[in-house]
């Protein structure tokens, strides 16, 4: 399977760096992984049109045929064996390309949702986006390992 996680901003500090590349290091054996980083655009003067230009960007970096899960509020709220069931099911049906996608501090773009196929909350409380992109790291790698019945402690 393909993964993309395509999200505004980069990890600017080192924590969220080195927790991110630990997950990616633990998915490799699961999954190809790659990270799609598009420029956040500072929100402060005009955030609708900031947003608007962080999502032309992101729908840059979805490929066509990819199958694309946002992370939205409004979203489901999966268990992660939920999730592991859910990513299995992509695969039997043959979607083995798909791009999770994380949005600025201020949402994502209407155009990027309506080019989603399924919409995902990590909770239902707003995390930052760096926390998010972890979070959602750590959740794939746990969905591979219930997929396969391996255990899973941290």
Avoid at 2 to 27: N, T
Avoid at 82 to 91: D, N
Wanted: charged share 25%; hydrophobic share 45%; net charge neutral.
């Amino acid at each position: 399977m393909r993964l993309r996680i395509a999200a505004v901003g980069r990890l600017k500090e080192a924590h969220w760096r080195a927790a991110a590349d630990e997950y990616l290091k633990r998915l490799r054996p699961y999954a190809t992984v790659e990270v799609a980083e598009v420029t956040d655009r500072d929100i402060s003067y005009d955030a609708p049109r900031a947003v608007a230009a962080e999502g032309t960007d992101l729908l840059r970096a979805i490929p066509e045929s990819s199958y694309v899960v946002a992370l939205d509020l409004s979203g489901t709220h999966p268990t992660s064996e939920e999730l592991s069931a859910r990513l299995a099911r992509l695969m039997v049906d043959g979607r083995s390309d798909v791009t999770f996608v994380i949005g600025g501090s201020a949402g994502l773009a209407p155009a990027v949702l309506a080019r989603a196929d399924e919409r995902l909350a990590l909770s239902r409380m707003t995390l930052p986006h760096q926390l998010a992109r972890v979070v959602l790291l750590e959740q794939l790698y746990r969905a591979f390992r219930i997929m396969r019945n391996e255990p899973y402690h941290l």
